[in-house]
């Protein structure tokens, strides 16, 4: 056996190092910052017109084997202006870097990377200097307002979730949220129980960048999911051959709320009781005595705080970023409340000359939360303004209660909005931890090949338990017990594998960027639930699990001749097991066609205008079970069991299934408009759409008997 692998290795060590026997001439030197004289660590050389080159090591030093045809080498570092030298009789070029420029913007896309002024898809991307400012607790309040077309609308509790829509929705009963990815790992939309936001295990102090990938083709490399748009977000990294950067931030805030609903003060109800109803009048004979603002009693000034600390830096090749954050906020509603601790881990070394790059990414979330009853806000509207809070000694806890004759409550009249809110117990735990890992490797003989590994793993644990005592009005029961005690859990995995070659080449005027891949995506979930009354005797349970698979093969090819025409053609074919086997696999493809009129290099009254046009077809399997075309029994509670003499017997209950549920497919057509005037002083875009969906999901009746179901 060992004399058979021994052939394989020998070829494998003679392709790793076929790249070398290329190489005419070694270059050597050293980069330095040009205003301290200091070495900078990391700084990148690239032989021009190829993607081949190394890094300078702790010294600033640096060693290149160029190839006979080389001409140039370009030396560049974030925030530095770069620098091309050609490449003379000497064997040794030293460089010292400028800082203070600006580089040309680049955008993370599906599976790479493209130059701002070469996009011909509909693609925006807002970075830390553009983001919303002040108390911000979840990430979408940084992008809200920022981008055209992108709607979001906050919840007003503490960490609360938001409504994202990207250009409208495309379906009528299927999701219609975005499509969010996390330094390359597609999260789950749904979240998990107990959670307020299932973007909340990410601290908006650790991102970098958000890109919004709009139109069909841009968001078609993402196939099955991208109906509604993408956006991708990009975290903070660390950096070598800068000192340690220590950084915290952090903030105090009060929150009240600003406007509330206009009803009848006590004076003015009594005045309109006395008004309606005679002397006399069981109507009047209930007006109390008291002056109660309701909506006063059941808001508050809500106190917040957030911290958050980071170091980055850079320990030999390995640059890393640390952070820590902590928040703990309260809701305008009295008991609402929300505690959030983070935690982040950036490593980003390279290696092998840097034509092995790690990229390793750690978050992890813990939150507790105490939620509000929401069912307050109406009954603060609707009670009584004469009554008043408490009713000391009375048998509901001490809060004033609607009662019948017999002292029951009364079933029909609000409840006390504080007792709404000081006797429900909501709580819940989450704890979040997303894990991946991108391992990039450029090939030493083919240096504009690369490799592209991508591993994510997407953990998440929910429980909670919901705590109402038997004497409060509003779970009263007298003929079983009242309260409530509810107890849940959820477990939730996400499991990543995608893997793709890219090739990019420049042949004189003509730029060939080729790529293709393969994604895998593993979703489960399993729950489990008890919801009794106080006394234990009334108790239903249950607990449910399921499983999906995403297949995916992608491919796409950017083409672009003198820098001035462009196009893209995208083609990714998905399969899902949610569907059956006649059905679950899609093709979706996209163009995009782009010109650049003008283009001035950012110089003159009307700096930039190109025009962009783009074709696309995505899909949406999101449409809500994981098992929606197989037949299948649900288990009966407990309470539903039939009796066969002193025996009890769980019942099977058959469910509504569609043997032939598919895609829904959303077809875009899109025309736009890049300009800059004054230097690129005033910038922007104008777009035109047109979004067509077919094959859409809806929950509809069906007749009697033809399913195990009404609606389907």
Known sequence: MKRNLEPIVLAMALLLTAGGLFGQRTITGTVTDAETGEPMIGANILVKGTSFGTITDLDGSYSLEVPENAEALVFSYTGYASQEIPLGASNVINVALTPGSVLEEVMVIGYGTVKKEDATGSVQSVSTEQFNRGSITSPQELLAGKIAGVRITTGSDPGGGAQIRIRGGSSLSASNDPLIVVDGVPVDNGGIAGARNPLNFINPNDIESFTVLKDASATAIYGSRASNGVILITTKKGSLGRKIAVEY??????????????????????????ERFPEGHVARSLLGSANTDWQDVIYQSALGQDHNLSVAGGIGVVPYRVSLGFTDKEGILMTDEF?????????????????????????????????????????????????????????????????????????????NPLALLELRKDVSNVKRYLVNSTVDYRFGFLPELRANLNLGYDYSTGSGTVDVPEFASFAYDALVGGGEKTTYEQKKKNELLEFYLNYVKTFDRFKLDLMGGYSWQRFFFEDSFRNSNVAGTEVVEGDNAGELFLLSLFGRANLSWDERYFLTLTLRRDGTSRFSPDARWGLFPAAALAVKL???????????????????????????????????????????????????????RPEGYDANIKWEETTTYNLGVDYGFLDERIYGSIEVYLRKTKDLINFIPVPAGTNLTNFL
């Open 249 to 274: 931030n952090g903030n105090v805030s009060v929150s009240n709320a600003l406007k509330k609903v206009d009803v009848l003060n006590a004076t003015e109800f009594r005045a309109l009781v006395e």
């Open 339 to 415: 505690q959030r601790y983070t935690g982040a881990l950036n490593l980003s070394p390279g290696f092998l000359d840097n034509r092995l790059q790690v990229n390793l990414n750690l978050k992890a979330m813990s939150t507790d939360n105490r939620f509000a009853t929401r069912g307050a806000i109406g009954s603060a509207i609707s009670f009584d303004p004469t009554q008043p809070i408490y009713d000391e000694g009375n048998a509901y806890g001490g809060y004033f209660t609607w009662v019948q004759d017999n002292g029951d409550p009364n079933t029909l009249a609000p409840a």
């Open 598 to 652: 003008i283009d001035t290099g950012g110089k003159g009254t009307l700096s930039s205008l190109k025009l962009r046009a783009g074709y696309g077809v995505t899909g949406q399997q999101d449409v809500g079970g994981f098992y929606l075309y197989q037949p299948r029994y649900l288990a009966g509670f407990d309470n539903a069991a039939y009796q066969f003499g002193n025996e009890f017997v769980t019942t099977l």
